[in-house]
């Protein structure tokens, strides 16, 4: 397996997760794209097997002589702000780097002639507002999205289709729905509880857990069977199709909170915070991923237990 792959946004959460599953397939040189603050302690254990490039996103210039530099066969695009809340507080600088981003990639790509599969990493965000009789969600649903977050998403998901229908450009857009797993940011549900609960189990503050919306449901997988799917996209994925990535179960965000706090000895209370809660949640979120395991034959391999044992026990060695 030799070839050239370029992973934007390569310190994050998902980012850090794929080095280490191309790691294991040998001959591939790497390039991950940083900003020059990043935070590199999720790639720490692999700093010096791939090659750093500094990259703005939202600087068209450095976007281009990143791709000038690389020159990649294949592309997996996560950089973004991808916390939800925080496109309510900075809805522009969301949007600039979610969906202008992708603009800069896609034609820094074509102005260097260059013919790399791209894939483009979407969201079940997109979704938002979805009616019962819609569930499980399938690719075809209207996108009725309920925060400045999924609207830059969708807006990403269709300059991507754009550019494939302009410009041929081997695009493949992938809709993971939730994931999580160790080095998850402490901001998101699963982390922000298994966090709250290795600081309780470790003395570090009362034993009052802090939540918002428990009646949200949510489709979560394994970070590690979601990078193995980005992978296959690449592979096996037709060019310019959309595809659902998830479990294809639904989980009230209560009952996830009851799953962490069963890993648990110590006797732990509920608090709703009202400054948790979102002005608009989705409240359903369910796929359909039939579309992609045929395409490809993946299969989810993590059961969801073994992720929030393995999150769970990522936070007590680090509080
Ligand atoms: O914030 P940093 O410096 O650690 O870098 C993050 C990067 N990023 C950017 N890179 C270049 N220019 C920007 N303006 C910029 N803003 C953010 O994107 C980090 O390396 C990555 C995001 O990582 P996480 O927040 O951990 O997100 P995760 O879960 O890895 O999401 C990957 C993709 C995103 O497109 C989400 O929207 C989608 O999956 O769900
Ligand atoms: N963060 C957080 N903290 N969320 C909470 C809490 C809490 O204490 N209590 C309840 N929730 C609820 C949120 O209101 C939401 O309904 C759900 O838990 C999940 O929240 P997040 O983990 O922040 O994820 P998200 O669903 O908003 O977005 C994530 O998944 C998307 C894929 O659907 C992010 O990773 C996005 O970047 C990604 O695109």
Redesign the pocket.
């Known amino acids: 397996m030799s070839g050239r792959v370029l992973i ?8 850090s997760h794929l080095i280490d599953y191309l790691l294991q397939m040998g001959d591939i040189v790497i390039f991950g ?3 020059r ?3 590199m302690a999720n790639v720490q254990h692999n700093k010096n097997k791939i090659s750093w490039i500094d ?4 600087d068209s210039y450095s976007v281009y002589s990143a791709l000038k530099f690389s020159e990649p066969d294949k592309i997996f ?7 939800v809340p925080m496109s309510w507080n900075a809805p522009q600088e969301v949007f600039t ?2 969906a202008i ?1 992708t603009v800069n990639l896609l034609e820094s790509v074509r102005q260097l002639d260059l013919d790399p599969k791209i894939q483009i ?1 979407g ?1 079940s965000e997109e979704y938002g507002l979805v009616k019962s009789d819609e569930v499980p969600i399938i690719e075809d649903n209207l996108l009725r999205p309920l925060s400045p977050y999924g609207v830059s ?1 969708v807006a990403q998901d269709l300059f991507a289709q754009q550019y494939y229908k302009s410009y041929g450009m081997k695009i493949i857009i992938t809709r ?1 729905f939730n994931h999580t797993g160790p080095r998850r ?1 402490e901001v998101f549900v699963c982390s922000d509880f298994s966090k709250q609960i290795a600081e309780i189990e470790a003395g570090q503050r009362e034993p009052i857990i802090h939540v918002g919306n428990l009646n949200a449901q949510r489709d979560f997988s394994d970070v590690r069977d979601i990078v193995r799917a980005y992978w296959l996209s690449l592979q096996k994925c037709k060019l310019g199709e959309v595809y659902n990535i998830c479990s294809e179960k639904s989980r009230t965000i209560r009952s996830v909170l009851d799953l962490l706090l069963s890993m648990s000895k110590v006797n732990i209370q509920v608090r709703q915070d009202p400054k948790k809660m979102r002005p608009s949640d989705v409240e359903m979120l369910q796929g359909d991923c039939s579309k992609f395991k045929k395409q490809t034959g993946w299969e989810p391999e993590i059961p969801f237990e073994q992720t929030l044992e393995d999150l769970l026990n990522f936070w007590r060695e680090r509080v």
Request: net charge positive.
């Open positions: 934007t946004g390569a310190t994050g959460f998902v980012g794209t940083k900003r603050r990043s935070d990259m703005d996103i939202t695009h996560l950089a973004a702000q991808s916390f780097t979610n981003g990493a969201s998403k993971a940011g």
